[in-house]
RNA sequence: GGCGCGGUACCCAAGUGGUAAGGGAGAGGUCUGCAAAACCUUUAUGCGCCGGUUCGAUCCCGGCCCGCGCCUCCA
């Protein structure tokens, strides 16, 4: 089953597949490690996951480059703020970068490169411009890439800037840019910022000059896929295009993909409405990270997503569903055998599945089949006619669901307890929810063993004490669930 | 102003030229000592408004209203 993915590019829903039949090379733009990433970050970084993702679960192998952003103005600020070199003052952020990664369960990209690893490649690629003249150097010791050198500058974004680029050229007098769209390569040195002593100057390269020497040198001067956020569309995924293919005169990215912002009740997240929220803060409020997931990947990337609250409270359970039927198949013994609807709806949920993921990732649409077979599945089992094989061949269609959502198994305690951890470090226990520091005070053999002596009340009919019992683990975050087959608890 | 996207039930959210997936929430019921879980039933003659094309439009075309994003650092 081949993707079939927008291409900003042209404007169409195109196959994408690598290009010389062997792992398809795809570049995304990673962070600029000078704060916490938020949930906007993040949605882009899942919604590339889901991608990756899909094309491992359709057998095509992908080598993926994430840059990291490690030098860049606010970096140098916030670390000269903060007394240290920019290496150390980046480090900690990169550390939390990964952390909130592996939270939301986003695969790692194959390569990692760091900006501050690959200064000589970028500054070949200045001189390489310089040489075919497209680069020049002003007054002050920065570089700037010459727009009129790239006539088909706009062809990403659609935008016609004729008449800007060729707008009034200043005196070299005045030692400006020659066209007020020219951007920066390379920034000149300036007092006491870190710098880099190279053959173009001392200086630091630019944030676009990164991306296309840092692509380029890890997936070759043309290749298969270039993500990132829809505001990196222009300028910054212009500006790559403009500088490779100028020195390389060969088409730099076949397929472009830009993901939808996410809003926050209805508007653009920014520290200045307060509607501004890590991953971190979510989860000391006491949502679980698989929530997070699942609320940031089921609207699919091409439209915006509305993030709030009562979504993620959604999404923890519609996850609770999941898990709970999957419960049931793994721990109820069901007869020997198949029939044949079971088989069928298993059949069919996977196909419809995959259908909907193939079609330029529709994640909203790819759930509804594997609920549907929640639905039909339960309802089978509840009229005994259900086997052993429909419980296999089920189990089989979910995991290739969670092969691309991984909400399944339930990790959430892990990422949760490190942000607590990480909330006394820094000082923000105020920031917890009561509820989360009461949940976990109880070992899961605490549990086990007020299970039992519950069990042994109800044995003895002795409710009053059962219900004691019952509401007390209530209290501290577990709930109970009698069955046929016997007592089931769980952590809400 | 330029470019682009969206307006579907109580909320979130897919989708199709032939009469509306899924999730969440609510209500009633089955089961249960009672709950929980699960299941069943139920909640849009309707898909922003007005025209047009069509045998037929929520889906195509035009106009209008509303919301949002990009155009500057930004996922």
């Known amino acids: 089953m081949t993707l079939r993915l927008f291409n900003t590019l042209t404007g169409q829903i195109e196959a994408l597949v690598p290009a010389d039949g062997g792992a398809l090379r795809m570049y995304a733009c990673g962070p600029t490690v000078y704060d916490y990433g938020h949930i906007g970050n993040f949605r882009t970084f899942l919604q590339i996951d889901v991608l990756r993702r899909f094309l491992h679960l359709t057998g095509v192998p992908v080598r993926h480059v994430m840059n990291i952003t490690d030098v860049d103005d ?18 900690q952020y990169e550390q939390a970068f990964f952390e909130d990664f592996e939270a939301l369960r986003i695969e790692r990209p194959e390569v990692l490169p760091h900006a501050t690893d690959h200064i000589p490649r970028m500054v070949e690629l200045v001189e390489k411009l310089a040489a075919a003249g497209a680069a020049y150097r002003t007054e002050d010791g920065s570089w700037y890439f010459r727009l009129s050198a790239f006539p088909e500058y706009g062809k990403l974004s659609k935008k016609d800037l004729s008449g800007i680029a060729d ?20 920034k000149a040195v300036k007092e006491g910022e870190t710098s880099w002593d190279t053959a173009i100057g001392r200086g630091r390269p630019g944030w676009h000059l990164e991306c296309s020497a840092m692509s380029m ?8 896929l270039h993500a990132g956020g829809e505001d990196l569309m222009f300028p910054h995924h212009e500006n790559e295009i403009a500088q490779s293919e100028t020195a390389t005169h060969k088409p730099f990215v076949r397929h472009w993909m830009h993901v939808r912002f996410l809003l926050v009740d209805g508007k653009k997240m920014s520290k200045s409405e307060g509607n501004f929220f890590t991953i971190r803060d979510l989860l000391l409020k006491g949502y679980k990270a698989s929530a997070i997931r699942l609320a940031l990947i089921s609207v699919p990337y091409r439209h915006q997503l509305n993030f709030t609250f009562q979504g993620l409270t959604e999404a923890t359970s519609a996850i609770d569903r999941l898990r709970t039927f999957r419960g049931r198949l793994v721990e109820t013994v069901f007869p020997p055998g198949e029939t044949a609807p079971m088989q069928e709806a298993a059949h069919h949920a996977r196909a419809a599945y995959m259908a909907a993921l193939a079609n330029d990732l529709n994640t909203a649409e790819a759930r509804a089949p594997i609920f549907d077979l929640v639905r039909a599945a339960n309802t089978a089992i509840d009229q005994g006619q259900f086997s052993a094989a429909d419980s296999d061949a ?7 669901f969670d092969a691309i959502f991984d909400v399944l198994e339930d990790r959430d305690d892990g990422p ?23 949940r976990h005070s109880l070992t899961d053999e605490a549990v086990e063993t007020l299970v039992a002596e519950r069990t042994q009340a109800k044995l003895q009919r002795d409710f009053a004490r059962a219900d004691q019992i019952r509401n007390q683990l209530a209290q501290q975050g577990v709930v109970i669930e009698d069955s046929k087959d016997g007592v089931r608890w769980k952590r809400k």
């Open 416 to 438: 949760t307890q490190r942000a607590l951890v990480w909330a006394e470090q820094v000082g923000r226990l105020d920031d917890v929810a009561p509820e989360l520091l009461t």
């Open 167 to 186: 707008g009034a050229r200043v005196d070299l007098d005045e030692y400006e840019k020659d066209s007020a769209r020219d951007f920066a390569l390379w």
């Open 74 to 91: 606010k970096i140098i600020r916030n670390a000269a703020q903060a007394a240290v070199p920019i290496g150390q003052y980046t480090a």
């Open 217 to 224: 040198e890890c997936l070759g001067d043309s290749f298969d």
């Open 394 to 400: 089920i189990l089989a269609v979910l995991q290739d």
